[in-house]
């Protein structure tokens, strides 16, 4: 069980390149979703997704485009890379339950834009 | 939008102290509080969890209590062992929607041997 996979685990991107990193998981969750970690501004959303083909923008989602086709795989596309792109950047995935969820981070994807 | 305030944003303490930690939300129709801990280089991974029909959950060294008349909840790590050393992040959101959790800036936790 690998639980959630991304990758490239580091990319340096010249200004104006798009890329995509790849996010996978084998847990069957409804949700998935994409954050970014800058330092001190903790962990924000950058879009989610609560099932195949259905996506949604969180809280800083300029720049970045997503697809859900199907429940296991929900990539991050950064269209024209800039600088202030430069983050951490961490999928997670987690059930939807009214019990609460627990989010179920992949291991991150260093971004460096030149 | 869910706004979550975190405090403090570096805490230093001796080993074998206790460890506090506060956050605010403002949305009143949240009601799922999980702490992550992130160690240096690595994923956030979940410590504990409370929701609202819950005053207090204990585990071990690490208790969370919550307070929803004043939109506030707290991790507190009893007996602080080095390796705690992390950074701390709270959240808040629906129980269903866990994976639109608003994030807390985090509290970067040092302890002292």
């Known amino acids: 069980n690998a639980g959630v996979t991304q990758t490239p685990k580091f990319q340096v991107l010249k200004t104006g390149q798009s890329m995509t990193l790849q996010c996978a998981q084998d847990?069957?969750?409804?949700?998935m979703s994409w954050y970014r970690q800058d330092p001190g501004m903790g962990l924000r959303l950058i879009h989610y997704?609560?099932?195949?083909?259905?996506?949604d923008q969180g809280e800083v989602p300029n720049g970045y485009n997503v697809s859900r086709s199907t429940t296991e795989d929900f990539p991050l596309r950064l269209l024209s890379a800039a600088p202030s792109q430069t983050s951490v950047y961490f999928c997670?995935?987690?059930?939807?339950?009214?019990?609460?969820?627990?989010?179920?981070f992949g291991e991150g994807s260093w971004l460096t834009v030149v | 939008g869910e706004n979550v305030e975190q405090h403090p944003s570096t805490l230093s303490v001796q080993e074998g102290d206790s460890a506090v930690i506060k956050c605010t939300y403002s949305d009143s129709a949240s009601n799922y509080f999980p702490w992550y801990k992130q160690e240096l280089g690595k994923r956030p991974q979940l410590i504990i969890d409370?929701?609202?029909?819950?005053g207090e959950k204990k585990d071990q060294r690490i208790a969370v209590t919550l307070n929803k008349t004043a939109k506030h909840f707290s991790l507190h790590i009893t007996e602080t062992q080095p390796e705690d050393s992390a950074v701390y992040f709270c959240?808040?959101?629906?129980?269903?929607?866990?994976?639109?959790?608003?994030f807390g800036d985090g509290t970067t936790l040092t302890v002292k041997p």
């Open positions: 997704s609560v099932g195949a083909g259905i996506t």
């Open positions: 409370i929701r609202s029909n819950v």
């Open positions: 997670a995935s987690s059930q939807q339950r009214t019990s609460g969820n627990t989010i179920y």
């Open positions: 847990m069957n969750h409804e949700y």
């Open positions: 959240a808040a959101t629906l129980s269903t929607n866990a994976g639109k959790s608003t």
